[in-house]
């Protein structure tokens, strides 16, 4: 009886060691913005980190885009934000029901902020509205990593090189 209770602690103890973790340490915003990431991808950018980008720099853009999207006349579809020590994660979080549930939405969303992203000036000047994404963009002010999700269900994130 006693080799059967050793056994089964052991084979508890190893179940719980070999456990996935709820969430890396790299990433403790899962569970608390967004549920685990059900897909993730790597983006190779053609860009580099411009000079000066800090932490002040990146919550200085998500300030400015979050002011231009309540500025609308309607409930802004995403709530955006940066966290990290240095405010290098971006995360994208849907307000709504039912949107940005897939891999596929989530990436239509990116689409549709690099249509954007191509008419700002630092595209513009250097030529390069017609090749640089809104990852690349992302990528010049330092962000390393974006998470996108549905609030519920889904999270995507995004690895910036």
């Known amino acids: 009886m006693r080799t059967l ?26 569970g608390y913005y967004y549920p685990l990431p059900s897909s993730n991808e790597v983006y ?25 999207m309540n500025e609308k006349p309607y409930p802004p579809g995403l709530s955006f934000f940066a966290k990290g020590e240095d405010a290098e994660k971006l995360i994208m979080v849907s307000n709504f029901e039912g949107r940005l549930n897939t891999v596929f939405r989530a990436r239509a969303l ?33 962000f390393n990593l974006v998470t996108i999700s549905d609030g519920e269900l889904f999270a995507h994130q995004i690895k910036i090189q």
Do not use: C, Y
Not at 14 to 21: F, H, T
Not at 113 to 138: G, H, M, W, Y
């Open 5 to 30: 209770s050793i056994a089964a602690g052991l084979a508890l103890w190893l179940a719980l060691a070999l456990w996935p973790a709820p969430s890396s340490a790299a990433d403790r915003h899962a």
């Open 44 to 68: 190779k950018s053609r860009a580099r980190t411009l000079d000066g980008m800090d932490r002040r720099a990146r919550i200085a853009f998500v300030v400015s885009v979050v002011e231009q």
């Open 110 to 142: 990116l689409a549709s902020l690099t249509s954007v992203a191509r008419t700002t000036p630092i595209f513009v000047q250097n030529k390069v509205e017609d090749i640089l994404t809104f990852l690349d963009l992302l990528k010049m002010l330092g």
